[in-house]
Nanobody, 128 residues
Framework: QVQLVESGGGSVQAGGSLRLSCAASVNTYKGYCMAWFRQVPGNGREGVASLYTYTFGDRTYYADSVKGRFTISQDNAKNTLYLQMNSLKPEDTAMYYC???????????????????WGQGTQVTVSS
C-alpha cells in the first residue's frame, strides 16, 4: 500500500508561483509512474504532468496547458514528488492530486484509471 500526502497549495495572484509536494510512504522512484492531476468541481480529473525514473534519467510528460510553466521532479532521497508551478493563471485554480502506479509512464499517463494510489489533494487558487 502506497500512501501519498500532498502539501504546498494556497492562494496566489496570477503570474505568481507555487511548489506542490507529495510525500510518499515508499521509494516511488523504483518502478512507479508518478503524476499530478487536478480537478475543478463538476469536472473530471485532468492529468497535469507525470514522471518515471529510468536508470538513465527521468522521463516526463506534460499537459499542453501547462508546458513551459510547470515542472515535475522527484527527490529520491526524500521519496517526494514536486510540481513547480510558475506563471500561474486563474484557470489553474483546482484541487491538485498526487497519484502513483506501479508501472512505466506511457503515452496514456493522463488517464486517471491507470493509477492505483491517490493523495487527499491540495487546493490551489489563482486570482486575477
Amino acid at each position: 500500500q502506497v500512501q501519498l500526502v500532498e502539501s504546498g497549495g494556497g492562494s496566489v495572484q496570477a503570474g505568481g508561483s507555487l511548489r506542490l509536494s507529495c510525500a510518499a510512504s515508499v521509494n516511488t522512484y523504483k518502478g512507479y509512474c508518478m503524476a499530478w492531476f487536478r480537478q475543478v468541481p463538476g469536472n473530471g480529473r485532468e492529468g497535469v504532468a507525470s514522471l518515471y525514473t529510468y536508470t538513465f534519467g527521468d522521463r516526463t510528460y506534460y499537459a499542453d496547458s501547462v508546458k513551459g510553466r510547470f515542472t515535475i521532479s522527484q527527490d529520491n532521497a526524500k521519496n517526494t514528488l514536486y510540481l513547480q508551478m510558475n506563471s500561474l493563471k486563474p484557470e489553474d485554480t483546482a484541487m491538485y492530486y498526487c497519484a502513483a502506479a506501479f508501472r512505466v509512464c506511457t503515452s496514456d499517463w493522463f488517464r486517471g484509471g491507470n493509477y492505483n494510489y491517490w493523495g487527499q489533494g491540495t487546493q490551489v487558487t489563482v486570482s486575477s
